[in-house]
């Protein structure tokens, strides 16, 4: 059974949702099992900071900036046998603690997360749609709302560093690739996901994206569909939307899916534009 643990988290001008996000865990995760609270913050011009005091977070700044060196920093202060990730956007699922903190009594567990769903109902919709078609691993795996092993994190370097957007995606493949600890995804823990709306999203996973495609690591991967693939999918996308916005009884659907496609086949184009 875990007893104590350092809570870790990284934040970038996150007043918005921060207040919620953070009451939210002190009334999950019972305050005789949190050890230090530590929050590195990456440069944040709002009341971030201010607020992460009032909640009695321990503050550090961000030695550079984005989230593989801001979970790094936080990383090195670590002093717990296990310690939980979180994030400023993310508001745990009330029973978080009980349901997942158990995985960790397998010793053969190096990690437990459940997963996230959006706040926004279309872009809910959606996410649920792709999640009962796609494998757990890989679609659901993430960095913020998680419980680690410390040792065996830092021994494997930290939180990858290699692309600024994928580092959980990597950590996981590195842990399951380079020992013999699983990584458990439990579904059935459903988190929520503060979003503003479809548009925001894509916006924001347009320069993610884009972020990841820049790097040397990822734009050495072949995507998974060339520019011609998601062309394709793009012209069906249309369809496609009203199939899922009836199956979803979401009527929003049928625009925000083929602004995805649309984005997709963006991103797709400046990859291969990059990779020339």
């Not at 809910?124 to 078609?133: G, N, P, S």
């Amino acid at each position: 059974m875990i007893r104590k643990v350092d809570l870790a988290m990284w934040t970038k001008d996150g007043e918005r949702f921060l207040p919620k996000v953070l009451k939210r865990i002190d009334e999950v995760i019972p305050f005789e099992n949190i050890g230090q609270k530590i929050l590195v913050d990456d440069h944040s011009v709002d009341n971030t900071v201010k607020i992460a005091k009032e909640f009695d977070w321990i503050i550090y700044v961000n030695p550079a900036t984005g989230i593989p060196s801001g979970a790094n920093e936080a990383l090195r202060r670590v002093e717990t046998e296990f310690f939980v990730c979180l994030e400023q956007d993310i508001l745990l699922e009330k029973e978080w603690w009980s349901k997942i903190t158990p995985h960790l009594d397998d010793e053969k567990v190096v990690c437990a997360q459940g997963i996230k769903l959006s706040t926004d109902q279309t872009l809910r919709k959606l996410e649920e749609y792709v999640e009962a078609r796609l494998p757990t691993h890989n679609r659901f795996a993430s960095i913020d709302n998680n419980v680690f092993r410390t040792d065996i994190v830092k021994g494997l370097g930290g939180f990858p560093t290699i692309c600024p957007v994928c580092t959980d995606t990597i950590l996981m493949k590195t842990i399951l690739n380079r020992t013999s600890y699983r990584w458990v995804i439990d579904k059935n823990i459903v988190s929520l996901h503060m979003r503003e709306s479809v548009l925001h999203q894509i916006r924001h996973t347009y320069k993610q994206a884009l972020l990841c495609a820049r790097t040397p690591y990822c734009s050495s991967i072949s995507s998974e569909s060339s520019p011609l693939d998601q062309l394709r999918l793009l012209i069906t996308s249309p369809l496609r939307a009203i199939i899922i916005a009836m199956r979803k009884s979401e009527p929003n659907l049928a625009w925000a899916y083929p602004s995805i496609r649309f984005m997709w086949l963006r991103i797709s184009l400046d990859r291969k534009k990059r990779a020339a």
